[in-house]
């Protein structure tokens, strides 16, 4: 247990045979308690309302409200909740789309037994996952495009700076980037601190949203 405290999770999804799977797996960790379970949007928003969580496992597809449409409300209720979407989508532009609404992580279904705790782990610490398969969808090649914006702050990066901090936001270590641009690591620190400075950021998290926002990382 992190400190003493215990993190509460929701669980929302509309098949009872995977919430019980889910729930058995978080409770193995001693500082995560599953402290309600949702079938649906509206049930969802309900109980994040009452029990304020920490963490809130969404899925996209639920009967009625889905957790898509659920998302923009989740933040105004339960503003201090991290929000981790577990989906069978796999496609870019559900990622796009649930990352700009202020979702934390995005994990599939058919990965969820080896890639849970992981994105527990990185959501409650501030970060964003993503799936590493979608974040391979999410490069297709963009990492040299400008964005077309005279006022924009990534204008004032410069191409290095651009393309190094596109990687950071697709979840690639400086040792993988540095790899594939064939430079140092130390370099690519380098890089990655000037540009974060220049436009503001303290987390990757924020740099995240900020690429999704200003859709440089769409395929």
């Given at each position: 247990m992190r400190n003493g405290h215990c993190f509460k999770v929701v669980i929302a999804?509309?098949?009872?045979?995977?919430?019980s799977g889910l729930r058995l797996l978080l409770e193995k960790q001693a500082d995560l308690s599953v402290v309600g379970e949702a079938s649906s949007g509206l049930a969802t928003l309900a109980l994040a309302e009452?029990?304020?969580?920490?963490?809130?496992?969404?899925?996209l597809s639920m009967p009625g409200l889905g957790g898509?449409?659920?998302l923009p409300s989740l933040r105004q209720i339960a503003p201090q909740a991290k929000i981790l979407v577990l989906t069978m989508h796999d496609d870019p532009q559900y990622l796009h789309r649930v990352l700009a609404e202020g979702a934390s992580?995005?994990?599939?279904?058919k990965a969820a037994d080896v890639e849970l705790i992981t994105a527990v782990r990185a959501v409650l610490e501030g970060d964003i996952y993503v799936h590493p398969a979608m974040t391979r969808?999410?490069?297709n090649g963009e990492v040299t495009e400008d964005l077309p914006s005279n006022q924009d702050p990534w204008s004032i990066l410069s191409d290095r700076e651009k393309e190094v901090l596109k990687l950071v936001a697709l979840g690639y270590t400086s040792a993988e980037i540095a790899e594939q641009l064939a430079l140092s690591s130390k370099t690519i620190d380098t890089y990655r601190a000037r540009g974060m400075d220049k436009l503001g950021f303290q987390?990757?998290?924020?740099?995240v949203r900020f690429?999704?926002?200003?859709?440089?990382?769409?395929?």
């Amino acid at each position: 247990m992190r400190n003493g405290h215990c993190f509460k999770v929701v669980i929302a999804d509309d098949h009872a045979v995977l919430r019980s799977g889910l729930r058995l797996l978080l409770e193995k960790q001693a500082d995560l308690s599953v402290v309600g379970e949702a079938s649906s949007g509206l049930a969802t928003l309900a109980l994040a309302e009452e029990l304020q969580p920490d963490l809130i496992i969404l899925d996209l597809s639920m009967p009625g409200l889905g957790g898509m449409d659920a998302l923009p409300s989740l933040r105004q209720i339960a503003p201090q909740a991290k929000i981790l979407v577990l989906t069978m989508h796999d496609d870019p532009q559900y990622l796009h789309r649930v990352l700009a609404e202020g979702a934390s992580g995005y994990i599939l279904k058919k990965a969820a037994d080896v890639e849970l705790i992981t994105a527990v782990r990185a959501v409650l610490e501030g970060d964003i996952y993503v799936h590493p398969a979608m974040t391979r969808a999410l490069l297709n090649g963009e990492v040299t495009e400008d964005l077309p914006s005279n006022q924009d702050p990534w204008s004032i990066l410069s191409d290095r700076e651009k393309e190094v901090l596109k990687l950071v936001a697709l979840g690639y270590t400086s040792a993988e980037i540095a790899e594939q641009l064939a430079l140092s690591s130390k370099t690519i620190d380098t890089y990655r601190a000037r540009g974060m400075d220049k436009l503001g950021f303290q987390t990757r998290a924020a740099l995240v949203r900020f690429t999704i926002q200003k859709g440089l990382l769409q395929t």
